[in-house]
């Protein structure tokens, strides 16, 4: 005998939900994509040619440095920039300025505006210093003392360049390459 409380057939219907979420992020560590930004590149660049001007005048013989000519002034300033320059890489690459909340864009043109000029004055002590390397009869270091010019020269384009596109983008109000605004 049948229940009248309960029907002889029923109906279920189930309904089932899929979401996916897909989220794309770099690696914790290193954001690859800020070294395919031109910043990015520019810093890299900044520190390739800083890297072989503190080399050339690394290698030659602290012994001559009374010469004159200034090396110390260019040592100082290659090797200081690039530290200072890896920093930032440091902090832009692993997003780590996230974290600490300065002026980013803003210290990123003070800095580059003083390691142009101080790139600038380097370049001019160590080309004066390959003209007085030439003087000397036996002097091998003339060709040493030329690439540290040269190269010093190419530091200080790549600096002035990134100096004058974050005072571009600073003025502008924008971001820095990693998405920080210019007041943050």
């Avoid at 980013?104 to 580059?112: D, I, M, R, S």
């Avoid at 571009?168 to 971001?175: D, E, F, H, P, V």
Wanted: glycine share 8%.
């Amino acid at each position: 005998m049948a229940d009248p409380g309960f029907p002889d057939s029923h109906t279920t219907t189930a309904t089932t939900t899929t979401t996916t979420t897909t989220t794309t992020s770099s690696s914790p560590f290193c954001d690859i994509g800020y070294f395919l930004t031109l910043p990015g590149i520019l810093k890299i660049l900044q520190l390739f040619f800083g890297l072989i001007t503190w080399a050339c005048v690394a290698s030659y013989p602290y012994r001559y440095y009374s010469l004159g000519g200034g090396q110390h002034w260019v040592m100082f300033v290659a090797v200081t920039c690039w530290i200072v320059t890896l920093l930032l890489v440091i902090f832009y690459s692993t997003s780590l300025y996230k974290r600490i909340a300065l002026p980013w864009l803003f210290l990123e043109l003070v800095y580059g505006a003083a390691a142009t000029l101080l790139y600038l004055i380097a370049f001019a002590v160590q080309a004066g210093t390959t003209h007085t390397r030439y003087q000397f009869a036996n002097s091998n270091w003339y060709n040493t003392y030329a690439a540290a010019a040269a190269f010093a020269l190419f530091t200080t384009i790549c600096y002035a360049v990134d100096a004058f596109l974050a005072f571009r983008n600073w003025q502008s109000g924008g971001t820095n390459t990693g998405g920080n605004t210019a007041n943050a």
